[in-house]
């Protein structure tokens, strides 16, 4: 299973990957947190991981 991970460091908070995957992501303290890494059912996350400004969210399998 692909799962995907957020590099604390580099997340600026920004939310974009929470509007695209509310069932994976969320927002906690300004970082974005996993909360569903099993939820994506579409893309296995290269969606979230794509767009995230910071190159915060890698996949792992
Ligand atoms: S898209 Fe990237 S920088 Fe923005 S909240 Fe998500 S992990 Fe953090």
Do not use: N, R, Y
Not at 20 to 29: A, H, R, T
Not at 31 to 55: F, L, N, R, W, Y
């Amino acid at each position: 299973m692909a799962t995907p991970v957020v590099d604390q460091e580099l997340c600026v908070g920004c939310g974009s990957c929470v509007e695209v995957c509310p069932e994976v992501f969320e927002l906690q303290d300004d970082k974005a947190q996993v909360i569903g890494p099993d939820k994506c059912h579409t893309c296995d996350c290269e969606s979230a991981a794509a767009m995230c400004p910071a190159g915060a969210i890698t996949i792992q399998d």
